[in-house]
């Protein structure tokens, strides 16, 4: 709705003034009435979606009731001692809903200081029994090296044992992880 100004010169005639008040009067009534229009037109929509509105409520309501969602851990300056497998992250949950399915996620940033020596990482998602690996070539002694890797997963038992291990091909070589990030969030 717009409200405009009518100047009216010094000595303007009585039904000149009333004529300009008329058309406004008139003009603020039909703004008035179109917004009526359309606040009730929206009372419709509204009342014509509640169903989905309480539907989402209650898939909402749904989806907080169960077990937690997203799991996080962070690792920094982890030092590879040796050319065996030390542990560098780990996550262990006792909560894990059975009827999700879950996204595992690594993301990792480390420096190995060889060129002629690999680096070897492995993750298990069943608390060691089973182990995944990754080795990955030297290019370049100042090279940091980034590793993401995700993976989805249904979990068969409430709880989640993921262990990540690394090893560096020759003891002599130093290989430090700045940080080590091992994440577990529920999709669906």
């Given at each position: 709705m717009s409200i405009g100004y009518t100047p009216f010169p010094d000595g303007a005639r009585l039904d000149t003034v009333r004529n300009t008040?008329?058309?406004f009067?008139?003009?603020?009534?039909t703004n008035i009435n179109n917004l009526l229009a359309e606040v009730t037109s929206l009372d419709y929509r509204i009342s014509d979606n509640s169903s989905d509105i309480v539907d989402?409520?209650?898939?909402?309501?749904?989806?907080?009731?169960?077990?937690?969602y997203y799991y996080y851990t962070h690792y920094t300056n982890v030092t590879v001692p040796s050319d065996s497998y030390s542990a560098v992250a780990e996550l262990h949950r006792t909560d894990?809903?059975?009827?999700?399915?879950?996204e595992i996620k690594f993301s990792a940033n480390?420096?190995?200081d060889s060129v002629t020596?690999?680096?070897y990482v492995r993750f298990s998602l069943d608390n060691g029994a089973t182990w995944f690996e990754y080795r990955r070539e030297p290019k370049d002694k100042?090279?940091?090296?980034?590793?993401?890797?995700?993976?989805?997963?249904?979990?068969?038992?409430?709880?989640?044992?993921?262990l990540v291990e690394a090893r560096k091909e020759s003891s002599g070589d130093n290989m430090e992880f700045s940080y080590f990030d091992v994440i577990l969030e529920r999709k669906k």
């Open positions: 008040l008329n058309t009067n008139g003009d603020a009534a989402l409520g209650t898939r909402v309501t749904a989806l907080e009731a169960v077990a937690p894990i809903d059975v009827s999700g399915t879950y480390y420096t190995l020596h690999s680096a100042t090279d940091t090296e980034a590793i993401n890797y995700s993976l989805p997963h249904v979990f068969t038992s409430t709880s989640a044992d993921i």
